[in-house]
């Protein structure tokens, strides 16, 4: 009789070990120096415990809360009108996972210097995890800066940051915690809201009914929204709760979800208001105003999500390639290779250390007038340029993986969804350049922010400093509007520089050389030859 082992074909070797199970501070060098830099340095222990969490637990829930999307519930059984939206139970423990951790409100919970910077840190943390959940931290984040200006809306904005998560659909006064949505884009507007069409009828008592639609109404599960409608004075910002206080749903309908290319784990909706009840926040016409309070967190949180993504691809992309065996070596070790992983990882350091400095500037931004014009533009840049590499950058490290890198187990089709996102969210690119074209013509106090943080870093490096007289001989006058991309990037590289020389870095020089000195290709894993490719390899992921 033959022996069945003889047709056994199936012998699983030169495969990497499962990605999962590790501590996502202790493996970024470039995160932990860049916090305690930034400021962030009394925060370390609360970083590591959630860094050991989104590297491991909330890891493994991500694929979950992708695989089985969001589904909306119009009506129940017996014809009720709900307008519930059901998600995976995956979902629901990563939120609350990060709302007690302090993902949404630890800037507004801890009064030490630095928690912006902590805060970031732990959205840079949680979005390699999960990214789609990042959509109503982020909002609930960012509507408190909005909500705690109006004593009337007090209760709004202290249970907002509270570190609860009640999924309940009930009135807030029942909750300890709250999350908060947006409801900004119409169908004929877009980035164009001063065409929103809503219209907001002031009542007898004080509140408004809105009537309209919104194209996009992100997190529709959320307890509240922040959104604009047309009033007698204008264009106005209104809290519209999802269920009033007397416990009855408020006057809105989920008429679908999107069906988008990523995000799957969160829900996005089209909605119509009949007559939906809310309260007014600011004054009337001061809608757009009003909002700009939550686009300096919203944008550096885009920044954030890009530099997650963009770390989480390259630590999946060392992991493969240091496990992989291919012609009698690490794949790794292979010439070209490394100069690939080595170009991804100078990227990625650029990336995070900009965001991690800019979230300091956002952080002594209530007390520091030079910080806070440097905040204004720099979230724009930075949200600009960061989110623009992601997709790229994500792409090149499925390509480290071949064919791994285009399956779901491998977590890189997820992200390689996700990257677009940010570049999109809160104004595409064209909109966040344009609106570093109005403050360099509008706002000189920004302009001289930015000039000093690039003149703190001459003196580092000739090839720095060439670049940095060029750039200035660009901004003596405002560029022309079809030059604002490129204005954008060169901006965005000089300041990425200045935080890497600043830092001394051990990529500064290898970033200056690639990306401000001309010794670099189009494309990624164009570093020069003479770059210690093993050495940047070794700090991305020790």
């Not at 022309?480 to 965005?492: G, T, Y």
Request: charge should be neutral; include cysteine.
């Amino acid at each position: 009789m033959t022996d069945p082992s003889a047709f056994d074909t199936h012998h699983v070797d030169n495969q990497p070990p499962p990605f999962g199970g590790r501590n996502l501070w202790a493996d970024d060098v470039a995160l932990s120096d860049a916090v305690q830099r930034e400021g962030g340095a009394a925060f370390v222990p609360q970083l590591q415990q959630y860094a050991g969490m989104a590297g491991d637990s909330l890891y493994r829930l991500g694929f979950d809360a992708n695989r089985d999307r969001p589904r909306l519930r119009t009506h129940d059984a017996q014809g009720h009108r709900i307008d519930l939206v059901e998600f995976h139970p995956a979902y629901h423990q990563l939120m609350e996972a990060a709302m007690r951790h302090g993902v949404a409100g630890l800037s507004w919970q801890d009064a030490r210097t630095g928690a912006h910077v902590a805060r970031a840190a732990l959205s840079y943390l949680h979005h390699q995890a999960e990214a789609g959940t990042s959509c109503p931290l982020t909002m609930t984040h960012a509507a408190v800066a909005v909500l705690r200006q109006y004593p009337t809306l007090a209760e709004w904005a202290a249970k907002a940051a509270a570190p609860h998560y009640d999924p309940r659909d009930v009135p807030i006064a029942d909750k300890a915690g709250i999350t908060l949505g947006m409801g900004m884009t119409e169908k004929q507007g877009g980035s164009d809201v001063r065409s929103n069409a809503t219209r907001a009828e002031l009542q007898s008592d004080g509140s408004y009914a809105l009537v309209g639609h919104k194209w996009f109404f992100s997190a529709p599960m959320s307890d509240g929204f922040l959104v604009l409608a047309q009033a007698t004075g204008g264009l106005t910002c209104f809290l519209m709760p999802r269920r009033l206080p007397d416990g009855n749903r408020n006057a809105f309908r989920l008429m679908r979800l999107k069906d988008k290319l990523g995000d799957w784990a969160n829900a996005s909706s089209e909605v119509e208001f009949c007559g939906a009840w809310a309260q007014r926040v600011g004054e009337e016409g001061r809608g757009v105003a009003t909002i700009i309070g939550m686009v300096m967190m919203t944008r550096l949180d885009c920044m954030l999500g890009a530099a997650a993504e963009m770390r989480m691809a390259l630590a999946q992309a060392l992991h493969h390639t240091r496990h992989r065996r291919t012609f009698g070596q690490r794949l790794c070790d292979h010439a070209l290779m490394a100069n690939v992983l080595a170009d991804l990882a100078v990227e990625s350091e650029a990336a995070t250390s900009f965001a991690l400095r800019v979230a300091r500037a956002v952080d002594q931004a209530a007390h520091d007038p030079q910080q806070a014009a440097f905040a204004r533009i720099a979230t724009a840049v930075g949200k600009y340029w960061v989110c623009k590499r992601a997709a790229v950058f994500v792409n090149e490290a499925q390509e480290c993986l071949g064919g791994a890198g285009y399956v779901e187990e491998s977590m890189l089709p997820r992200l390689y969804r996700q990257a677009p996102l940010n570049s999109i969210w809160e104004g595409s690119g064209n909109i966040q350049c344009l609106d570093v074209l109005r403050a360099l013509a509008r706002e000189p106090q920004a302009l001289a922010a930015v000039e000093d943080e690039l003149d703190s870093a001459q003196g580092r490096d000739a090839r720095y400093d060439t670049s940095l007289h060029w750039l200035r001989a660009q901004l003596v006058q405002v560029p022309a509007e079809n030059q604002a991309r490129v204005i954008c990037e060169r901006l965005a590289l000089q300041l990425q520089a200045a935080v890497l020389l600043r830092a001394q870095s051990p990529v500064a020089t290898a970033f200056v050389r690639s990306r401000l000195g001309g010794e670099h290709g189009m494309a990624f894993g164009t570093l020069p030859a003479d770059i210690d490719y093993a050495a940047i390899m070794q700090r991305a992921l020790p």
